[in-house]
């Protein structure tokens, strides 16, 4: 059972207009939620989170947006750059078990065109 | 930010030897560290989870006999993958994180290829 789902496996946009990324979850224990950006055969890489009591972070072109009751977020890229192409992972936190875990979603592919 | 890096970044080991993953934290105590598998196309697969000074905690379905973990130091975790087979070939990931907050700062992966 996916816990932590993007439906999309791709995105494209074209360079200056906004890229929505959209992730759905389940469980109602996470209480963080990240986005992670990552090229094939490296490491992700952090790019924003937010809190479960929160329901919109910004960090300079980059917004998160979190609907509790939906159990939905969101990423909003503006304005959409060619080097934000990359696969973007969705992930959610929680504790357990004495230490914290993050769940996944299986990415968006997002293509930004000049 | 914060580094972490992990050695090799890949490597190529014959069915039946074992291959030695390192994973460092350069610029913070790492007082959790992940290890992930990807599959190609496929997301993260969170295989376990140690916490500094203790027995790592394995997510079902991963042999903890085959995958070892020691995390005997704030800056460095190893994965041994023991007896290696074909179907261990993947991409292993690491992390680590300092504090409660979700972020967790990933090594560059080490890609695996067992011929």
């Known amino acids: 059972d996916q816990q932590v789902k993007q439906n999309s496996p791709s995105l494209s946009v074209q360079e200056g207009r906004i890229s929505i990324l959209n992730c759905d979850y389940t469980?109602?224990?996470?209480?963080?939620f990240l986005w992670y950006k990552k090229y094939p055969a490296e490491g992700p890489t952090f790019l924003i989170s937010?809190?479960?009591?929160?329901d919109k972070n910004e960090d300079g072109r980059f917004t998160v947006f979190l609907n509790k009751s939906a159990k939905h977020l969101s990423l909003h890229i503006v304005p959409s750059q060619p080097g934000d192409s990359a696969v973007y992972f969705c992930?959610?936190?929680?504790?357990?078990?004495?230490?914290?875990?993050?769940?996944f979603g299986k990415g968006t592919k997002l293509t930004v065109n000049p | 930010g914060a580094v972490v890096s992990q050695h090799p970044s890949w490597v190529i080991c014959k069915s039946g030897t074992s291959v030695k993953i390192e994973c460092r934290s350069l610029?913070?105590?790492?007082?959790?560290m992940f290890w992930y598998r990807q599959f190609p196309k496929q997301s993260l697969m969170l295989m376990a989870t140690?916490?500094?000074?203790?027995?790592?905690?394995?997510e079902q379905g991963v042999e903890k006999d085959k995958f070892l973990i020691n995390h005997a130091s704030l800056t460095l975790s190893t994965l041994t993958v023991t007896s290696a087979h074909p179907e261990d070939s993947s991409f292993y990931i690491c992390?680590?994180?300092?504090?409660?907050?979700?972020?967790?700062?990933f090594g560059p992966g080490t890609r695996l290829t067992v011929t």
């Open positions: 992930a959610a936190s929680a504790y357990q078990g004495g230490s914290e875990k993050l769940v």
């Open positions: 469980n109602s224990m996470f209480d963080y």
């Open positions: 937010i809190s479960s009591i929160k």
């Open positions: 610029d913070f105590q790492a007082t959790t």
């Open positions: 140690s916490n500094e000074g203790s027995k790592a905690t394995y």
């Open positions: 992390s680590g994180s300092g504090r409660r907050g979700g972020e967790q700062y």
